[in-house]
């Protein structure tokens, strides 16, 4: 365990660790102060990433919290199955952990196959039967041989470290234990692995027809709406697109090293972005044609939708935004923002890789103050009064604090309904900020009551 | 009898841990944190879980035991994360909630708190309530009866609340099934008897959106100078088996006698509670009341052309279960096909249904026989959605619904609204039926 969480933890990938002394490197990342911490565990980040698989079981052996607190709360939409929506677990009891639960894990993982027959389970150990020192990658290497099915241990108790940590852990297992493992049955030209999109609200059917209408063919996906298959021969690839760097860039990193497919880290919010991650694709599958035809796929498309922006447009002119969320959309949705003609106060950090900030800092001039870190909710709210910003764009744990000081706000994180990626995506966010920000419920909400005007 | 269907595994949960309900009572109390010490994601998962069922801030905070503090089993985590919290929040109380990591390594809480205490005197003043929660034992409305006990364990002083007193002093003990719809409605009929009544915990003060700015901890719901004084109270009322326990120490360490409803649902129910207001007040039954009772009546009479023949299916904690079972069946004369539940043992054996069942929303929807419609949290949708069967959401968590949390279901009242709500489902069943070649 100590000496995976080290190279998991040293990624050469990521020039955050790359730039930090030997002593940086032995603090790690930066521990959660007790009584001051926000964001979810390891297990969760593991959760997140390798849920959207929904031809796979996937099966949380621990205590009751893990699974019961946490089932049916991911917005990833899928098409091809539906076992993202079951939530298994071991519940382990008391009983269990006085006499150990590997037989019990064990027959779990048989009944799970044969009742569900999924392509493969996925088995997360969480913290308290790490503690008790469950050999799951045993249990997994065992029962996979006898059920003839894949069954891959994630090691991930919450205890570990953060969230971050959490989506590593995940990315490591699919390069251990799954790459590389099956044939896909063609792998025609301009193949690529998209990773770190996790079709959250449908997001991914918003970039699939841009790829398609291109000739790019989107090979395996990571893992919003893949197959189990997908991710095993994720190595016949030419070219792999991280999109949410900070999680998995891991996975990437080791396919180039692995088997050679050289990544790029872009992004689909926004139509600048999107134009040059469609290019940079072009660039490393060494494909000219590709790049002229992206050239004038991409001014066509931005024609349309900056007529179809045109009501949002006037509402959404110069009104200050204060983003906080993380990594991909702290930088990315800054291009959106900008393009839709308003002012970006602050974006936070707290989830962003340093190059992610560097994106930032680009699109801030350099400007260190509009970086903003870890902040509780009385801090965010402050800062939106200090800057009089219009609008808070966040996740859902933030929500409920801008509404209690009557703030517009748009959720952009997992519990949303609506997915903002590619050129229908910058529509759909466009009218939204325009909906709350022209909301007449925010007028009622300012005014007095009479027995507080007399 | 209840079952236990014999499996290796729980899927899809019904279950939720005793850190949730523990903390759930926890917000309902002024100026409290809940703290719970556990990994970061114990309590991550458990805001989340409570800020979507709520649609309110949900103010709680982890220890947040990391790799080499958990092995090792030191204290530190515990220790700073409660001086970090009362530096930063200044809360008059703070609940202290284990959970299965914790328990596992054997933490003596009492022990950390009293090294807590002497290192800290400053703090002195800050109530800490420790209860012990693993989440490999119990269920989350276990953890929330023990919050309450232990909140009354320690936070109750003798002396308290001897002063003057005008009116009759009632505790109300709140459990876990109830909406802030309801405890508002104990609330009106209590001060309409004349009493002083006194909620806890009341979620309705915290989690029903009065509070209308940013908080960081829980404003306006049970205050801790009435929790210290609700052993000078006249009586308790304990709503739901479950919050038995609770009553026993006020009765056990401060003799305050208490009446247990298992259940306030229906006409027949709250008739129970009102005998005994009529009784112990001695005061005309408001008008308002009077009023309740006739529509209630006339909703279920306006309703029972569709009730006939129906079956229904009910997953929930033992308190809900009961509540719903006892109420349909009997007054609505609705059959239970399958109830699903979880706790081994409880009230709702008493109840006539097919099938009753110690497990998960798994064993729901195998068992779920020709039912109409289904009462569960929102995670059953999808077994309602490949069943093509209606949801009447209630439990833990009720998300992608507004307005829950303002739902009615106990008192004249929730019998009326009840009446109406699972009369419309039944009614639709008739038609879309009637429709069909």
């Given at each position: 365990?100590r ?29 959660p102060t ?7 565990c390891a297990?969760?980040g ?5 849920l959207?698989v929904a031809?796979a079981a996937?099966?949380?052996h621990?205590?009751?919290t ?13 098409t091809?199955?539906d ?9 382990i009891?008391?009983m ?5 639960s ?8 048989k009944y ?16 308290v039967t790490a ?10 290497k065992?029962v ?8 891959i241990?994630?090691?991930?108790p ?15 297992s ?8 099956k ?6 030209e ?7 999109e996790?079709n959250?609200a449908g ?10 209408d ?27 697109v ?6 998995l ?5 080791q396919?180039?090293d692995k ?10 919010y926004s139509?600048k ?7 940079k ?20 498309k931005?024609?349309?939708t900056?007529?179809?922006l ?12 204060l983003v906080?969320t ?7 949705v ?11 106060i602050?974006s ?10 560097d994106?930032i800092?680009?699109h ?12 509780d909710?009385?801090?965010?709210l402050?800062?939106?009064k200090e ?10 744990r ?6 209690k000081e ?10 949303r309904?609506f997915?903002?990626a ?6 759909e966010?466009?009218?939204?900020m325009a909906?709350?920000l022209?909301?007449?419920v925010?007028?009622?909400a300012?005014?007095?009551a ?5 | ?8 595994l ?21 100026s409290?944190m ?7 994601g ?6 989340n ?6 649609r309110?801030?949900?103010p709680m905070q982890?220890t947040?035991v ?21 530096d ?7 609940g202290?909630?284990?959970?299965g990591?914790t328990?596992?390594r ?7 708190l009293?090294r ?22 119990g269920?989350a ?37 109830l909406?802030a719809?309801?405890?508002d409605?104990l609330?009106r009929?209590f ?14 003060s ?27 109270a ?7 088996a479950?919050m038995?326990k609770a009553?026993?120490?006020l009765?056990e360490?401060h ?8 259940t306030?649902?229906?006409v027949?129910?709250t ?12 005061k ?7 009023i ?5 009546v ?6 029972h ?7 229904c ?6 308190d ?15 059959k ?5 539940t ?22 729901l ?6 039912s109409?419609?289904?009462i569960?949290n ?27 949390f ?8 929730g019998?009326?609204q009840?009446?109406?709500d ?16």
């Amino acid at each position: 365990m100590r000496l995976k969480l080290q190279t998991l933890v040293n990624e050469p990938g990521c020039d955050h660790n790359q730039s930090k002394t030997d002593k940086q490197k032995k603090e790690a990342c930066k521990k959660p102060t007790p009584g001051a911490t926000a964001g979810g565990c390891a297990f969760d980040g593991a959760q997140i990433v390798l849920l959207p698989v929904a031809d796979a079981a996937h099966l949380i052996h621990g205590p009751i919290t893990c699974c019961g607190h946490s089932y049916n709360n991911r917005g990833t939409r899928t098409t091809v199955g539906d076992l993202h929506d079951y939530g298994f677990t071991t519940d382990i009891s008391e009983m269990d952990i006085i006499m150990g639960s590997e037989k019990k894990l064990k027959e779990s993982i048989k009944y799970i196959t044969e009742k569900y027959r999924p392509k493969a389970v996925f088995v997360y150990s969480t913290c308290v039967t790490a503690m008790i020192g469950e050999d799951i990658a045993q249990v997994c290497k065992d029962v996979s041989s006898e059920v003839r099915l894949p069954v891959i241990p994630v090691d991930s108790p919450g205890f570990a470290g953060s969230k971050n940590l959490g989506n590593k852990f995940a990315g490591n297992s699919i390069v251990e234990y799954v790459v590389g493992t099956k044939e896909p049955e063609a792998v025609p030209e301009n193949s690529i692995n998209l990773i770190g999109e996790y079709n959250i609200a449908g997001e991914l059917w918003q970039i699939e027809p841009i790829l398609k209408d291109l000739g790019i063919n989107l090979l395996s996906k990571m893992t919003g709406n893949a197959t189990y298959d997908e991710l095993a021969y994720a190595n016949k690839a030419q070219v792999s697109v991280v999109i949410c760097s900070r999680a998995l860039i891991s996975i990437a990193r080791q396919l180039k090293d692995k088997y050679e497919i050289p990544y790029l880290e872009g992004s689909f919010y926004s139509m600048k972005q999107t134009k040059q991650t469609l290019l940079k694709i072009a660039e490393l599958l060494k494909n000219d044609e590709l790049k002229s035809k992206i050239e004038k796929y991409c001014a066509e498309k931005e024609e349309a939708t900056y007529a179809e922006l045109e009501p949002y447009l006037p509402v959404l002119k110069g009104k200050k935004v204060l983003v906080y969320t993380g990594g991909v959309k702290s930088w990315s949705v800054l291009h959106q923002l900008e393009e839709l003609g308003m002012e970006v106060i602050k974006s936070s950090t707290r989830k962003s890789t340093e190059e992610d900030i560097d994106r930032i800092l680009d699109h801030f001039e350099g400007d260190q103050s509009a970086l903003m870190p870890k902040g509780d909710g009385r801090t965010i709210l402050n800062l939106i009064k200090e800057h009089n910003a219009h609008l808070l764009l966040a996740g859902g744990r933030n929500m409920y604090n801008a509404m209690k000081e009557q703030i517009p706000f748009l959720d952009v994180n997992q519990e949303r309904h609506f997915a903002f990626a590619g050129y229908e995506g910058m529509v759909e966010l466009a009218r939204h900020m325009a909906y709350t920000l022209t909301s007449p419920v925010f007028d009622v909400a300012h005014s007095k009551a009479p027995w507080e005007v007399m | 009898m209840v079952r236990v269907i014999e499996k290796p595994l729980s899927v899809n949960p019904l279950k939720k841990s005793q850190v949730m309900g523990a903390v759930t009572v926890f917000l309902g109390i002024d100026s409290c944190m809940p703290l719970v010490h556990g990994s970061q994601g114990c309590m991550a998962f458990t805001k989340n879980f409570l800020t979507q069922h709520y649609r309110e801030v949900t103010p709680m905070q982890s220890t947040a035991v990391f790799d080499i503090a958990t092995i090792l089993g030191d204290d530190s985590n515990l220790q700073d994360g409660l001086k970090n919290v009362i530096d930063k929040l200044k809360p008059k109380v703070i609940g202290l909630v284990t959970t299965g990591m914790t328990e596992t390594r054997g933490d003596d809480i009492k022990a950390v708190l009293s090294r807590f205490r002497e290192k800290y005197p400053d703090y002195a003043d800050t109530v800490i309530v420790p209860v012990s929660t693993p989440d490999f034992a119990g269920d989350a409305e276990t953890g929330y009866a023990e919050a309450v006990a232990q909140i009354l364990t320690v936070a109750v002083k003798p002396e308290a609340g001897k002063e003057y007193k005008d009116k009759k002093c009632i505790n109300i003990l709140a459990g876990m099934h109830l909406n802030a719809a309801d405890i508002d409605w104990l609330k009106r009929l209590f001060a309409d008897f004349g009493l002083d009544a006194f909620v806890l915990p009341d979620l309705a003060s915290t989690m029903g959106g009065q509070v209308t700015r940013f908080y960081s901890l829980p404003e306006e719901g049970a205050r801790l100078s009435d929790i210290e004084s609700a052993g000078c109270a006249d009586f308790s009322i304990a709503v739901g088996a479950s919050m038995e326990k609770a009553a026993d120490v006020l009765l056990e360490n401060h003799s305050v006698p208490y009446k247990k409803f298992d259940t306030l649902m229906g006409v027949k129910a709250t008739d129970e509670l009102l005998s005994w207001l009529i009784d112990y007040t001695g005061k005309p039954v408001p008008e308002w009341v009077k009023i309740e009772r006739k529509r209630a009546v006339d909703a279920m009479l306006d309703a029972h052309f569709s009730f006939g023949g129906k079956t229904c299916s009910i997953a929930g904690e033992p308190d809900l279960l009961y509540g719903f079972g006892k109420f349909l069946s009997e007054e609505f004369g609705i059959k239970l096909e399958c109830l699903v539940t979880t706790a081994k043992t409880g009230h709702f054996e008493t109840l006539k249904a097919d099938n009753i069942i110690f497990g998960d929303l798994g064993d729901l929807e195998e068992n779920i026989g020709k039912s109409d419609f289904i009462i569960a949290n929102t995670n059953a949708e999808h077994i309602c959605k490949r069943k093509k069967l209606p949801l009447y959401k209630a439990g833990y968590p009720v998300k992608e619904t507004l307005g829950h949390f303002h739902r009615n279901f106990i008192g004249y009242r929730g019998a009326m609204q009840l009446a109406f709500d699972i009369g419309n489902i039944c009614l639709e069943k008739d038609i879309e039926k009637s429709h069909k070649i």
